[in-house]
């Protein structure tokens, strides 16, 4: 089936911008993560979603981050007034329940601020 | 291994070989352990994971070693091909604390020369 999907692949914006990064998880699953990755390091956290319940929020680097999730599926994240320490790969997974069940990642969005 | 610097560890091994990829984690309460592969431009791909009730586990070609005493994990690859050229990561979780996130190490290159 299909997995999840990411998009844009790839974004090119200019400092002070706005942009929204879209995800659309594997139909059915209800935990719905965004990690961001920048260069050469490890995947860190920024917010998670299960069912209806609250978002934990706790991951999201600053107020110019937030994030919705629409009906329990797709995914915005929204980056306001964008800085260049904010140019990474913005990774969305899935998972079916919650963490006991595997994670399965999107291709992710590759963000350039100038 | 794992490192904290900005640049990745790399492990190059001739096809084959076996790998082994080693990851320290710090926190003494985690329980549940993940490797992902990451190849250029992709998502994170689940390998294998394994629980803190287990030593060992294994997969097709990959094997999983926990060693709690020491905080430390590692990943075998058999007979590695060049397909298996990537970042790999190990990701753990203490369930015990938010049960959803992931923590995960900074990754290490494995380099298959034909």
């Known amino acids: 089936g299909a997995g999840v999907s990411q998009s844009p692949s790839n974004k090119v914006t200019e400092k002070g911008k706005d942009v929204e990064l879209r995800c659309d998880p594997i139909?059915?699953?209800?935990?719905l993560y965004w990690y961001r990755q920048s260069l050469g390091q490890g995947l860190e956290f920024l917010i998670y979603?299960?069912?209806?319940?609250?978002?934990?929020k706790s991951g999201l680097p600053s107020d110019r981050f937030s994030a919705e999730r629409t009906g329990g599926s797709v995914s915005t994240l929204t980056i306001q007034r964008t800085q260049q320490e904010d140019s990474a790969v913005y990774l969305c997974?899935?998972?079916?329940?919650?963490?006991?069940?595997?994670?399965?990642f999107g291709p992710g969005t590759r963000l350039l601020v100038l | 291994g794992e490192s904290v610097g900005l640049h990745l560890p790399t492990l190059s091994v001739q096809e084959g070989d076996n790998s082994i990829i080693n990851c320290a984690y710090s926190n003494s309460a985690s329980d549940y352990f993940i490797w992902y592969k990451q190849e250029s431009g992709k998502g994170p791909q689940f390998i294998i994971d394994?629980?803190?009730?287990?030593d060992k586990r294994q997969g097709q070609r990959v094997t999983v070693l926990l060693n709690k005493t020491v905080k430390h994990l590692s990943l075998q690859i058999a007979a590695t091909q060049p397909g298996d050229s990537a970042v790999y990561f190990c990701?753990?979780?203490?369930?015990?604390?938010?049960?959803?996130?992931?923590?995960f190490g900074k990754g290490t290159l494995l380099t298959v020369n034909p």
């Open positions: 997974a899935s998972s079916d329940r919650g963490l006991k069940e595997t994670q399965y």
């Open positions: 139909s059915g699953h209800t935990a």
């Open positions: 979603f299960q069912g209806n319940s609250a978002p934990d």
């Open positions: 394994i629980r803190s009730n287990m």
């Open positions: 990701a753990e979780n203490d369930s015990g604390g938010s049960n959803y996130k992931l923590t």
